[in-house]
């Protein structure tokens, strides 16, 4: 492809165009000294469409390991012989303490994170609704949660709660799903995401790229998102763990996760794009070059069970660019 289709595909894109599936697989196969240019463009569509804001979150590991799912690249599963100390639901102390740490960061967002494969049935989901509603009184946080696959009722009472936005992640391609999970479905995933937004809350919903997908599996990806119209699409990229299945996977190239977030910033043009975990080994001293790839949304500070770089580096890369990351409560 030349770069003035490159260039072509970005007006198209700018104007208000959908680029369609062949249109995105076309530029998965541009020559490498050509990224760059893709990188521009997607920047340009990132200031277009949602300005230099940047939509900041904290997380907080709140009940870690013993899962019962077979998630190839995950370290809490319990299928994997992985050295994590798994502990029970923390206190609803200890989550205002971390909420209250994440906003004095600068996060914007504050998201509960639980490792299982769903809230049907589980005991700890009165504890957790009750975290949540005590944020919102202690906190001028947004408040976001992920608890797995929900049913209506559940949904109903995170609604009640005060959750603006639920995270779920589809992880990868459909077409690709059945290699990295086997104990549900994808279809699982998707029922739950429909559901969110039904209730009319906002989904945040991504994946992971360099668990040994195609780029034909990673468009597909981006296009499935696309069509259930999610808010916020968090990438992640792999972080081999020691003990999980893909703990050999080899790396991406650095070239080649930029031109994925850029792929995903045309394809999804007025959505949040998150930087989520793994960009550090990933892209090492690149990281900055994520926002200019089209990126608008951070993940700030620690992961679930990995560390980042902290919350002070991660705000001052977003302003070293120029860009200005949204903190505090709504007016």
């Not at 081999?240 to 977030?261: D, H, S, Y």
């Amino acid at each position: 492809m030349s770069y003035d289709r490159i260039f072509a595909l970005g007006k198209q894109v700018l104007a208000g165009g959908r680029l369609s599936c062949d249109e995105a697989l076309a530029l998965t196969r541009i020559a490498e000294e050509d990224i760059p240019l893709l990188l521009a463009v997607a920047n340009k569509v990132r200031a277009h469409f949602t300005g230099n804001r940047v939509d900041t979150c904290e997380i907080v590991n709140a009940r870690s390991g013993g899962c019962s799912e077979d998630c190839k690249f995950c370290a809490q599963s319990a299928r994997h012989d992985v050295k994590l100390e798994p502990y029970p639901l923390l206190s609803e102390a200890r989550i205002l303490a971390a909420a209250k740490q994440a906003e004095s960061h600068g996060a914007y967002r504050f998201c509960i994170v639980t490792a299982g494969c769903g809230m049907k049935n589980d005991p700890d989901f009165g504890r957790i609704t009750a975290a949540i509603e005590r944020i919102g009184r202690d906190t001028g946080l947004e408040r976001c949660c992920s608890l797995g696959i929900l049913g209506p009722e559940q949904v109903k009472a995170l609604k009640a709660a005060g959750i603006t936005r639920y995270h779920h992640n589809l992880e990868a391609g459909q077409s690709f799903f059945s290699k990295i999970c086997t104990t549900h479905s994808y279809e699982e995933r998707v029922e739950t995401i429909r559901l969110v937004k039904a209730a009319g809350l906002e989904v945040c919903s991504g994946g992971i790229i360099g668990m040994g997908e195609g780029w034909e599996h990673r468009i597909e990806l981006a296009f499935a998102l696309r069509e259930l119209d999610v808010d916020s699409v968090p990438i992640n990229i792999l972080n081999p763990v020691k003990g999980t299945a893909l703990e050999n996977q080899p790396p991406l190239k650095p070239l080649e996760v930029l031109q994925t977030f850029a792929l995903f910033r045309l394809i999804l043009p007025d959505k949040i794009l998150r930087y989520a975990g793994g960009r550090e080994r990933a892209l090492g001293e690149l990281v900055p070059l994520g926002f200019l790839a089209g990126m608008n949304g951070m993940l700030i500070g620690n992961y679930l069970t990995t560390s980042g770089r902290g919350a002070a580096a991660d705000i001052a890369t977003i302003r070293g660019l120029g860009l200005a990351p949204v903190a505090g409560a709504r007016p």
